[in-house]
């Protein structure tokens, strides 16, 4: 946590920086999002901030090896970054939906609060944060290496499992000896 206050540090000094916390990976994953990263852009007393070269999101077993052996680091898609930098790199990646939820305060603390939520979200084309604002991003993007921090996304039920498993805990939905993959 120290290091994610330096980093706050950081974008408070440089307010147009968006910072991700990246993790060094432990193998190629597939299923995760990966940052390269680029030159360096700021310290921490715990290490670097590095401008992002590219995104890699899912991707081939090739290509993330070639990753690994890089020096990419996994995407926590843990950001620091002041609202307003992120409010103007959505209005400019994504002006209709800025549009409509800008519109919403006209209904703030009314009766009409919910059903303008509803409304406003049913009716803007769903958009991915990652490629629509963060790939195409007017800000300064940066990443950190987080130190010491060991990641595991628990997004599907074999992750967790192998967790659990690597805790020494018991996988409650596991039959006899069948083994989620």
Partial sequence: MRHVAEVVTFVRRHREWITLLGVQ??????????????ERVGWTARGPLYRIRRFAEKPTWETAGMLLAAGALWNTF??????TTLIRAGQE???????????LATFAGTELQAWALRQAYASVPRANFSRCVLESC?????VAKVPGLTWCDLG??????????????????????????
Avoid: F, K
């Fill in 25 to 38: 990976p432990t193998e190629p994953e597939t299923e995760y999002g990966w940052i390269e990263p680029g």
């Fill in 156 to 181: 599907t039920p074999a992750r967790v499992a192998r967790t659990l498993t690597n805790l020494g805990l018991a996988v409650p939905w596991a039959d006899g000896d069948e083994q989620l993959n």
């Fill in 78 to 83: 843990v950001l620091v970054s002041p609202a």
């Fill in 93 to 103: 990646c994504l002006p209709d939906l800025h549009d409509r939820l800008l519109s």
């Fill in 138 to 142: 007017p800000s300064p993007l940066a």
